[in-house]
Structures are given as structure tokens and as C-alpha cells.
């Protein structure tokens, strides 16, 4: 059974780089029927998508986040990463990654995680 | 920069029926978009009702039921029940890898 869950810091002051890590079990990163991308949802707000990346690497952004997000992929690990630069406190959320079946829009969610932009 | 339109609020009896709506502020909604449901309870997971329009998650009953009428994507719960009472979020595929959300439905049952 699929499970994706989310890791890094909970707290990551404000101007830094925020970093989470997905890990993925029950099923493989490198599958060509899948991306894998990150969603996030401010305290009492909607829900914001990131992007996404495929295993290969190829990213899709959000416009609204691209000049500040990156994404990567680590198949050895079975891992995916978001990294999103020069944090405010716009960007406290509760962050999920999840999984896309291509050609679809079935998402598979991660539990989330909360991250505070806070000095 | 496209906008995904929901009903911010919406109110159902006990037992009635209930249609949600998800619009596109440049286009008309098809299938093309991959119309996606969630409910979301406070404090929790959002959790996938219906997705590709019509596809209902495992799990779910088929009391709630997604759809295309006129331009936009419809989610229907008929019988409503006391704990259907929740937030409904629509996602929407508009191209080039990217997916928007919808601001959400707040559903009270009563």
C-alpha cells in the first residue's frame, strides 16, 4: 500500500530556505505512470498546488512560485524534494506531497506537514 | 492568470440534495480539465471524493457523484448527511503541468 510522507524542519526563519523531503514506499519513484509533486495549504486557507516533477527530472511549477521553488528527485532513495527559497511568513502552510497517475487527476496525499516561517 | 470559481458557502437539509459547482474563469470546464473532488474535515487530510469527472475514489459512496453540466464541473451529494458537513475543494488540470485549485465550498448540513 502506498504511503507518502513528508520530513524536514517545522520551524525555518524567515528570508531562508525552506527544504521537505517525500518518502515513498509501497510503490517506486521511477514509475513512468506517475508524477510526484507538493501541495500546500496556509492555516484556515485553500489549497495552493506547487508543481510537480517527474522521475526523470522534468519540473512544472505553479507561475505564482516558480522564481522561488525547486524541485528534485532521488531514485536511489526513493525520495522527492521541494525547496522553496527567501521564506515570509505568507509561506507558513501545512505542505503535502502526493502522487499524480498520469493522464488522470487521481492524487494520492501524503499526511502533511506543518512548516512555521517565523524568526 | 486562471482562476478555478466555487461557491464559497452552501447550506443542505438532512437528507436533501446538493449540486457544487466548479468554474474556470477563461474557458468552459470539460473533461479535458480532469475534474477533481475533495472533502476536507477541519484539522484533517483532504480526502479524494471524485476524480477524471466522474471516477469515484475507493471508499466512497455513491451518494456523491461528479459530473460536467453546462461549463462547469459538478459534484452532487444526494441524501445528505450530518457528517457530509465539511469543506469541498475542486482541482483543475489547465495545461502545461499546471493544476489550480478552487477557493473551496464551506457545506453546512441543516
Known amino acids: 500500500q502506498l504511503q507518502l510522507q513528508e520530513s524536514g524542519p517545522g520551524l525555518v526563519k524567515p528570508s531562508e530556505t525552506l527544504s521537505l523531503t517525500c518518502t515513498v514506499s509501497g510503490g517506486s519513484i521511477s514509475s513512468s505512470s506517475y508524477y510526484w509533486g507538493w501541495i500546500r495549504q496556509p492555516p484556515g486557507k485553500g489549497l495552493e498546488y506547487i508543481g510537480i516533477v517527474y522521475y526523470t527530472g522534468s519540473t512544472y511549477y505553479n507561475p505564482s512560485l516558480k522564481s522561488r521553488v525547486t524541485f528534485s528527485v532521488d531514485t536511489s532513495k526513493n525520495q522527492f524534494s521541494l525547496k522553496v527559497s527567501s521564506v515570509t511568513a505568507a509561506d507558513t502552510a501545512v505542505y503535502y506531497c502526493?502522487?499524480?497517475?498520469?493522464?488522470?487527476?487521481?492524487?494520492?496525499w501524503g499526511q502533511g506537514t506543518l512548516v512555521t516561517v517565523s524568526s | 492568470q486562471t482562476v478555478v470559481t466555487q461557491e464559497p458557502s452552501f447550506s443542505v437539509s438532512p437528507g436533501g440534495t446538493v449540486t457544487l459547482t466548479c468554474g474556470l474563469s477563461?474557458?468552459?470546464?470539460?473533461?479535458?480539465?480532469?475534474p477533481c473532488w475533495y472533502q476536507q474535515a477541519p484539522g484533517q487530510t483532504p480526502r479524494t471524493l471524485i476524480y477524471s469527472t466522474n471516477t469515484r475514489s475507493s471508499g466512497v459512496p455513491d451518494r456523491f457523484s461528479g459530473s460536467i453540466l453546462g461549463n462547469k464541473a459538478a459534484l452532487t451529494i444526494t441524501g445528505a448527511q450530518a457528517d457530509d458537513e465539511s469543506d469541498y475543494y475542486c482541482v483543475l488540470f489547465v495545461g502545461s503541468g499546471i493544476w489550480v485549485f478552487g477557493g473551496g465550498t464551506k457545506l453546512t448540513v441543516l
Open positions: 477563461s474557458a468552459s470546464v470539460s473533461t479535458n480539465n480532469y
Open positions: 502526493a502522487r499524480l497517475l498520469s493522464d488522470s487527476s487521481k492524487w494520492d
